[in-house]
């Protein structure tokens, strides 16, 4: 019981990382109808950012409140204006041309972020993994029984941020006059652009709120891994995107249910996979190929597993509504 | 002049028409492996060519044809790679009795590992294909890449596949003759598919799959039959590979991979496949040149050679940024080099398509 | 815009009848506009005057949905002039020529369906600052289409055809534009409806307002409007008053059936 507990903070902890870097995708694809591949790089480039200024901050610094808010800050702004960069050089030029151009060009940047931050050239950090300081100083906040159960207070707090921040996006998005332009470009941005609503700056406002809020979970997912390198962002990122493909790509609530799911999977596949393969291999045979049994190894699958029986079952996502494709 | 076309091969019998290609080719192939069997780092060479040139070609059936984006393509790759290696590595020692030598048995053996590669790829293709009856574009390239991933956790949770260490003692088998053998099929297969009635229809379904629909295409089997045929031609490739190379591992087949044959066939056009088969060839000798060009300028000091490949990656990423903001349709677009040739070649060619 | 003769051919377009004498609101000179290859505006040059309703009619492709786009910003002209006000707003885009008092009730309504009608109104407004005028402009909709205000917290797009019609010249409205291009009103709606769509432009006309207008209906839109143009393949070659094209052997042969 204890354990299952355990596992349940565990994976909501982790759901509630993949949600905020779902959100930018989502937002992404909602006012552009790109899956923005780079979007888990960017995250990885923020937590370098946010590596170099805990670095800068010295030990002292980095771990107070103000110190780790000017961490978070920091790679937030400066994902922001790469978020910005991003669009405006490379997205942008090719908006009206075909999906898959912007698909390939965002494969494109992804590739150039993640590779080019192996190099050990000039500022690049090289592929070597390093741990991301401690801003936030773990303890046990709450422990339950003989360490049964262990809330940490990092986990707490990153739900605490995680929270916040989609409820002020929920909000910006339903409740304010930007958000209504936001929402309106998502479904036709010419026609928006016949309000006066320049189209343009709002694109460009939402990549940037988007890379910001992945700069941010990037940053307490560094804090839970503690091992920063630059392929980070592929796994994180493409978990995210499933996250919002099973929410409905688009939907920001469905993002956040989406990840926490995809969170909260992953968790008990760690713990209870391993379990459930012995058992099934027991009454299969499988021994005799030899197929793993350890849970943590199977990880990665479970996320894309996810993704194409949710596509296959229900491609708009589970709060997704259906669209025809236009003629 | 324009009106008639001059019949082709007059001098040759129509019956001869169709297997001509191939035994013209023939002989090629066997002063090409006379010529290179001295040199067996030209032929490692040329083997790579030779499979990314499937993997390119056969990819842009997929890819180029149907305008359903796959990029998942290492995953098939690594099917055909390991049951291949696997059937290899367990009849190592079985001799078949009716042929007349060990070598002779063993290219049979061979030949049959590579269809089993092969054949396994296609029936994985046509799964990974199935999701295109319901998903479009953007979402089924996130379909093929989770499946490469997921044939990556597999094999390396999977004793009999040698988890993360991979098979090794693969007996090296392949023969240069047999790549280009491949690399030629492969090519044939795309060529007959996109001059043929069904090619036209992938082509359609590429357009406009509403309007393709409309006109009675029907655009699911067409699809998932373009997927089986790729995955079944990078099944072989990666049986190639594994024969040549000898030891496999999940790191040889990873979503890097699945890239490089993207930016092959999106810097060549996607959909021309004589665009796939120069960039393929291009791309695969150009980090390999650079790195023998750093290898000699660095003396003994191999650092620069190795940074060749750390570097290869970035540029092959804004390479595919460049490409999409300055030249979308790639180097040849949907044409064949024939059609972008002199007019004084073209008009020779013309008929030939 | 000076007046002339009955009946005059100038550079191929046939003038009919003279034309009241207004500032000019619109000037398009020599607007070509083309996608890709093909030429969709021949170079056309037309006028609306101040608190002037100027109908565009003719074929399908003649080019009037593609005079409207390039006027509020939607496309790119390939060639020649457009002026607001006497300036040159040519290559504006178009969320720039809002503030400039022009709005676009595009072809296919436009409607943000997944917006509800409110909110669909209040985008109409998004470049408006004054709160409190803006509330008059939405009573003012909301008497000229009850129906809407019913609606106004539902999704747009649980809306009827008609009443989607309704909330676009709304929404338009809603900017208080003084300038109104309009794309085919009337197409696809009720006898009814299209008639009080009709009405209320006359009624919105009339307290000062310009109106570009597009419509299949040619003899709706001729009523309405003071000055006509006639498009056919990307050229004007018939212009005059509303009642004079109307009666146009011509006019009535190509548009009107008869």
Redesign the interface.
Known sequence: MNDLIQHLINGLAAGTIYALVALGYTMVYGVLKL?NFAHGDVMMVGVYMGYATAGHLGREHQSTFLGATLVFLLSMAGCGLLGFLIERL?YR??RD?S???????A???????S??F??DIGFLPGASPRAFPEIIKPHEWIVIGDHDVIIWNWQVISFLIAILLMLGLQILVFRT?FG??M??V???H??????????DRVIAFTFMLGSALAAGAGILYAIKDTAVQPLMG?YVG?KA??AA?IGGIGHVPGAVAGAILLGLTEEFVVGYAGDVLRGLGAVLHLDS????FTGS??R??V???F??IV??VR?EGIFGRVTA?K? | MESVAAPRFSGVPGWLRGPLPILLSLPILALAQWATAQAPFLVYIASIVGVNVILAVSLNIVNGMTGQFSIGHAGFMAVGAYIAGKFSLETKDVYLPFMQSVAASDQLMFVFALLLGGAVAAVFGFLVGLPSLRLKGDYLAIVTLGFGEIIRVIVQNTEMFGRALGLSGIPQRSSIFMVMFWVFLTILAARRIASSAHGRSLLAIREDEIAAEAMGVNTTAYKVRAFVISAFFAGVAGGLFAHFVGIINPGSFTFVKSMEIVVMIVAGGLGSTTGSIVAAVFLTLLPEALRSIFTQLGGGDQTLAQRVDQIRMPIYGMLLVALMLLRPQGLFGTKEIWDVAPKWLSRRRKGMR | MSGAAVAQETGGVKVLGTRAPREPHLEIQGLRVSYGAIQALRGIDLTVGRAEVVALIGANGAGKTSTLRAVSGMLKPAGGKILLDGRDVTGLKAHQLVPRGMAHAPEGRGIFLNLTVEENLDLGAYRRRDTAEIAKDLEYCFHLFPRIKERRKQMAGTLSGGEQQMLAISRALMSRPKLLLLDEPSLGLAPQVTETIFRTLKEVNERGMSILLVEQNAHLALQLAHYGYVLETGEVVMAGPGRELLESPEVRKAYLGE
């Not at chain 1, 999906?99 to 060009?105: C, P």
């Not at chain 1, 494969?107 to 972020?113: D, E, K, R, W, Y």
């Not at chain 1, 010419?190 to 189209?199: D, K, W």
Request: charged residues 15%; proline residues 5%; hydrophobic residues 60%.
């Open positions: 899956i490379a030029p090719l041309k999906r898959l151009t912007s698909l390939i060009t494969i494109g940047i992804s590739f150039t972020l590779y080019g192996q190099l006059r209504r332009a929402r309106a998502s479904f036709d010419r026609i928006a652009a016949l309000m006066g609503i320049p189209v592929l493409l995107f499933v493909v190929l030899g197929v793993g190894s199977w990665d699958a996320a894309f597993g993704l194409i596509l296959l491609p494709e003629v």
